[in-house]
DNA sequence: CTGGTTTAGGACTCTTTTGTCTTTATTATA
DNA sequence: TATAATAAAGACAAAAGAGTCCTAAACCAG
């Protein structure tokens, strides 16, 4: 359904929108809590500076912030911005030529099941999934137990 | 969303749903009409042979059929077979080790989206989309124009 | 029994996705 | 200014997906 590189993605802008507003996280410490691979996250992550989602900054101190409040960033920007417009425009049997003018008898069906998926993805920002403590709370839950980020940073 | 194999499978299996009910189709001619590498959507439909959803007939006048009424037969079965159940549990995080007892934040939104997408496939069956005469012609419209096709087999 | 037709099965190539690693450019701080 | 920290960029490897092709097995008709 997503690509990793989209989940990926989901993720940490998930766990930016968790910490202070505006911080630059590294993104070796958004690994670490997530448990992916810091250098196939890197690419994730720069790909989504390169869309404008996030902002990102060198040396001491730096690493990536997102780029606007987490309440005006949609889940469908990110998916859109990795995965490219194609879940929510793309068919189930993907004939040539067909569309609306020549749709095929699964088309308006079809189309009902696509604007559930769009509804969903367009209209859950960041902040609605970290603004509720209990939902905040669970999700911390998923990364902050993972033990080896436990250890120190000298 | 749904791989190729995936797709191609979908639009054999309707293929067949609005041929003679029973008959055996070569897979050459489906190919033909749809479109498809003849190849490749032999492997595919070895694959539901395998599943139980097609028979086959080796030999002159063989080919393959629909094991079971077409009405009998839901798109989720197919989707199943070939691309496995993953499209109706998987999720849009993948974290590790989370589930009901440890939901993320978009756990219980996203259960909706796919009870939605889940209902649209298994409440289809091939019968309902090659029912109504309107339908069907639809369906025939997407490969009945396919140029090549029409030449004469010798 | 013989020969042509059709699926079955597997080897193989090509492309995309996923993931790793190394080097470079930029920034803050001492 | 020197040093360490960090993202940026690109080369590279591994795995999965898509697609091609060839041979074998089954089946029917003569
Ligand atoms: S008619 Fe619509 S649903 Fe059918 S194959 Fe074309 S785009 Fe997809
Ligand atoms: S809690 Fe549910 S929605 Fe969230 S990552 Fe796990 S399975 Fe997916």
Chains 1, 2 share one sequence.
Not at 129 to 152: G, H, I, K, Y
Request: proline share 6%.
């Amino acid at each position: 359904m997503l690509s990793r590189r989209c989940t990926y993605g989901l993720q940490a802008a998930l766990f930016l929108a968790s910490q202070e507003r505006g911080a630059y996280i590294p993104i070796q410490r958004i690994s670490e809590c997530l448990g992916l691979s810091f250098h196939f996250l890197t690419k994730v992550l720069q790909h989504l500076t390169h869309h404008g989602l996030l902002r990102s900054l060198r040396g001491p101190h730096g690493g990536v912030a997102l780029a606007r409040p987490p309440g005006q960033i949609t889940l469908k920007e990110i998916v859109v911005a990795i995965d490219g417009p194609d879940l929510f425009e793309a068919c189930v049997l993907g004939l040539p030529g067909c569309g609306e003018q020549k749709p095929c008898p699964l088309h308006e069906d079809w189309k009902e099941v696509r604007g559930c998926l769009r509804n969903a993805f367009a209209g859950t920002t960041l902040a609605m999934l970290v603004a509720e403590p209990e939902r905040l709370a669970a999700w911390q839950a998923c990364w902050t137990t993972s033990p080896d980020a436990a250890s120190a940073h000298s």
